[in-house]
């Protein structure tokens, strides 16, 4: 059983970055599409973006293109994502998600427990 962990949430004024972090253990890490979602209070999830198992293809939601970067470090079983110029509208629960396959799919079948990103204006 994959087990996914987040870290890096907090508060950061407008403007400013965070770098969130899903470390994975339980199996191997890169034999997993994986991708980042985030839930805002009393909104559905919505995607952010995701990454390729291979790390060769990234996508991300038009909300944070070019200003989020996904990345993943297949040797420490690691998945990161970088945002910057962070607004107070991507205030939100942040989860780590995969998918034992190439590309994740819209119903990832593996979650974290979120980690908690709040911006200020």
């Known amino acids: 059983q994959v087990q996914l962990v987040e870290s890096g949430g907090g508060l950061v004024q407008a403007g400013g970055s965070l770098r969130l972090s899903c470390a994975v253990s339980?199996?191997?890490?890169?034999?997993?599409?994986m991708g980042w979602f985030r839930q805002a209070s009393g909104k559905e999830r919505e995607f952010v973006a995701r990454?390729?198992?291979?790390?060769?293809?990234?996508l991300y939601a038009d909300s944070v293109k070019g200003r989020f970067t996904i990345s993943r470090d297949n040797a420490k079983n690691t998945m990161y994502l970088q945002m910057n110029s962070l607004k107070p509208e991507d205030t939100a629960v942040y989860y780590c998600?995969?998918?034992?396959?190439?590309?994740?799919?819209?119903?990832?079948?593996?979650w974290g427990q979120g980690t908690q990103v709040t911006v200020s204006s």
């Open positions: 998600a995969a998918d034992l396959r190439v590309v994740l799919t819209t119903r990832p079948a593996y």
């Open positions: 339980g199996r191997t890490f890169s034999s997993y599409a």
């Open positions: 990454i390729r198992r291979s790390g060769d293809s990234t």
